[in-house]
């Protein structure tokens, strides 16, 4: 059930933003008179659509004019993506009958350069706008949510964080003498910036730590570096809790089970294990009241059959912030730019071979696992969001295939006067359809690795 779940929202997610980036196409195509023989969600390769407006007999004798219409909108049997197919254009559908014909006044070779340059453009302007809607909304209707990096956060470090120098209980400030204001983007920081440097406080002292560069691969290929580093103060203990009515209260701090010293709930996990099933005696710190000291005590707690306490920690307060509509949309605005400055960023890492970060490019299965195993409206849209730019991102890439292709050749006639021509642009479209064919096997191959693995 959740791996449909998931298939489902990847269908529904790259379903709006296909048919929202062809519209771009087609927006501006349509604008400036130039006819589009096909809209089509996903590719009817060998001529075949699970629906097709031209072949419908339902739009024929209910829609008559949408039937007649110079553009068949359909829908593809192979959802590798979709296409627009805009007539007197070399593109992904590699149609050159119209080549061995004159040139045409609504055709899209005969329209000045400006007109062709959004025509091209028009996909990842409408991923973009896209984007910043979602975000609009998202930040009017829920605020914005993260878990901040103040002074009393510690960091739990994984074994490869203890490699590089860092120590659970550390309080990382940032990164090169730029403070990182989200605990989750610890990690992020660190690897889009190359970070050379740590500032770290431990304990009463400020260290800098001097990162080994080489080490960068392993970091973009460890997730979970840095992990919360959790006092095991008591938040609350549900009825369902085999110590539910025990004498523990809100605010009570445990320091030892079975005698060996706890300083966060990670330190009790493998303790724990040991005792399924059992009883284990816990010391722990009451606060007494109005005062700043505590009181020691003890108590006997049941450990279930998985190695659980079955009580919930307190957990620090998350830095919220709520919107009015007008104060969202600058906000979005900001929040959509930002994360195309980061994306890029990304981009430049997986570009970059010493970085081994084309390691980390995935296909639709890695899509699929960032969804949520259960239907949740915000984390749908802000990954529909991400996606967007993601698509919006990758089609400005200068490659023969992707808009950026055909923007660069555009760029290049308004910057020379010289138009490439038809015979270019073809053999340079199937240079382009190789390396994405590359890049999708590429893609593919990493995620069945890492499902092995």
């Not at 004798?61 to 007539?87: N, V």
Request: charged letters at 20%; aromatic letters at 12%; one cysteine or more.
């Amino acid at each position: 059930m959740v791996v449909l779940l998931k298939t489902l929202q990847v269908i529904l997610a790259l379903s709006i933003l296909i048919v929202v980036h062809e519209f771009g196409h087609f927006f501006f195509a349509r604008l400036f008179g130039i006819r589009v023989d096909k809209f089509y969600l996903f590719f009817d390769v060998g001529g075949k659509a699970l629906f097709s407006t031209k072949k419908s007999r339902f739009v024929a004798r209910h829609f008559p004019r949408l039937a007649a219409s110079e553009t068949d909108y359909g829908i593809g049997w192979l959802p590798l993506g979709g296409y627009c197919k805009i007539a007197g254009m070399v593109d992904e559908s590699m149609d050159t009958e119209y080549m061995k014909t004159p040139p045409q006044s609504w055709e899209f070779r005969t329209k000045p350069a400006w007109q062709r340059l959004l025509v091209m453009a028009g996909g990842v302007l409408f991923n973009f706008i896209l984007a910043i809607v979602l975000y609009v909304v998202i930040l009017a209707a829920w605020g914005s949510s993260y878990l901040g990096n103040g002074d009393d956060t510690r960091i739990w470090a994984g074994e490869l964080a203890e490699d590089m120098g860092f120590r659970t209980g550390d309080h990382i400030i940032g990164f090169d003498g730029a403070r990182t204001a989200d605990f989750d983007r610890l990690q992020l920081d660190m690897a889009r910036g190359r970070a050379r440097t740590a500032e770290v406080v431990r304990g009463a002292d400020t260290l800098t730590l001097y990162l080994d560069q080489s080490r960068l691969p392993e970091v973009l290929q460890t997730p979970g570096m840095f992990g919360l580093a959790l006092p095991f103060v008591v938040d609350t203990i549900p009825p369902v809790s085999p110590n539910y009515g025990c004498d523990l209260q809100r605010g009570d701090r445990i320091i030892s089970l079975d005698g060996q010293p706890i300083r966060y709930v990670q330190d009790s996990r493998n303790l724990l294990r040991q005792y399924k099933g059992g009883r284990v005696e816990a010391r722990y710190l009451r606060p007494r009241n109005a005062t700043d000291a505590f009181d020691t005590l003890s108590v006997m707690l049941q450990v279930d059959s998985t190695g659980l306490l079955g009580i919930y920690s307190l957990m620090p307060p998350f830095e919220t912030r709520e919107y009015g509509f007008w104060e969202a949309i600058p906000a979005g605005f900001k929040l959509t730019f930002s994360t195309i400055g980061g994306y890029i960023e990304d981009l430049k890492l997986v570009f970059n071979p010493s970085t081994k970060a084309y390691k980390s490019v995935g296909s639709f299965i890695s899509i699929g696992q960032v969804f949520p195993s259960a239907w949740d409206w915000l984390r749908f849209v802000n990954i529909l969001a991400l996606l967007s730019i993601m698509l919006g991102v990758m089609n400005l890439l200068p490659i023969p295939g992707l808009d950026g292709g055909h923007i660069l050749f555009v760029l290049y006639e308004i910057l020379t006067g010289r138009k490439p021509g038809d015979k270019f642009l073809y053999v340079a479209q199937m240079v382009g359809m190789v390396l994405l064919l590359a890049l999708m096997v590429l893609a593919f191959g990493n995620d069945i690795g890492r499902l092995i693995h």
